[in-house]
């Protein structure tokens, strides 16, 4: 799949297009929605399928203090929308000069002048320009002034409520991987690179690679079931803390998968960890001994969730 900047050029081959718009983090069943809109229009009339997402996220750009709440990173991000069958993926940059351009001239700019788009798809509730003075209406009276045509995709809903990103963060918080999954279609997974550790874990029988969190969403701190994609593919099965370490000193926040059965070395090469199961909040232990037996019991439970898989 190709990745397309909003600040460069875009292929001659790729005008015309029919473009699903949205911030997409997470790709939840309600986002599936508005870019299978927009793929299946696309297909209809032989035009490519453009999905265009935020990075930075607009709040990161307004409130830069904020804590972590991506659920997804922009390469997660290309891949699940290539899966999906988009042709491209369209990184829109949020920045000053895109937060104060008003919603006219959004669409002018960006949409007509700069994309070549013919059609547009979002969610009802999508909001763009300055100080959000636009919205699906909006944008479909701009844009047929300009030839774009655009269409908006109702929330999908279960027995709850609305699909949503804020009801996955909520999930997760309190470590409810199951409801996560439901919504997203997938388990929620972190990709990073393996750094160095104290390398306390392989002292005492559970060597961990270690994961720095970066600007993903902070799940409840405890301990996981959860699955490695290696970098040659492999799926291994394993448990994994994440958290401070309270029995250690200085807390450090990380997490840090133990995977069964495995040998090898894999700093600074990227994995992908997938949460299944919550197994336990994290806790602190008056002995390493303790500690152990804890962490013996975790793995025997985290094989016996995980067998189903």
Avoid at 2 to 21: E, H, M, Q, Y
Avoid at 115 to 128: I, K, L, N, Y
Wanted: glycine share 10%; hydrophobic share 40%.
């Amino acid at each position: 799949m190709i990745r397309l900047d909003n600040r460069l050029p875009i292929p001659d081959s790729l005008r015309g297009a029919v473009l699903a718009l949205g911030n997409f983090d997470g790709f939840h069943r309600g986002h599936q929605a508005v870019v299978g809109e927009a793929i299946a229009w696309a297909r209809a009339q032989g035009r490519p399928a453009i999905v265009a997402t935020f990075d930075p996220h607009p709040i990161r750009h307004f409130k830069p203090d904020a804590a972590p709440f991506r659920l997804t990173t922009l390469d997660q991000r290309q891949e699940l929308f290539a899966a999906a069958g988009a042709d491209a993926m369209l990184v829109l940059h949020f920045d000053s000069a895109m937060a104060a351009m008003p919603a006219p001239q959004w669409v002018e700019r960006m949409l007509v002048q700069h994309m070549g788009a013919v059609g547009v798809v979002t969610g009802e509730d999508f909001t763009f320009g300055r100080a959000r003075g636009g919205n699906s209406q909006i944008l479909s009276a701009i844009g047929a002034a300009h030839g774009l045509e655009a269409r908006t995709v109702g929330p999908v809903s279960d027995d709850e409520g609305t699909i949503s990103s804020s009801r996955i963060r909520q999930a997760l918080k309190t470590g409810d991987c199951e409801t996560a999954a439901r919504l997203m279609t997938r388990p929620f997974a972190i990709r990073g690179r393996v750094q160095h550790g104290d390398k306390v874990g392989r002292t005492i029988g559970y060597p961990t690679a270690n994961l720095d969190m970066g600007s993903y969403l902070r799940p409840l701190y405890g301990i996981y079931a959860v699955t490695g994609r290696m970098p040659d593919g492999r799926v291994l099965q394993g448990a994994a803390n994440m958290g401070i370490r309270p029995t250690f000193d200085p807390p450090k926040e990380l997490l840090e998968p133990h995977f069964f059965d495995f040998t090898g070395d894999l700093y600074g090469q990227e994995i992908e960890v997938t949460f299944h199961h919550f197994l336990r909040p994290e806790a602190k232990f008056d002995s390493l001994d303790a500690l152990i037996t804890q962490m013996d019991a975790d793995c025997v439970r985290a094989r016996e969730l995980l067998a189903a898989l």
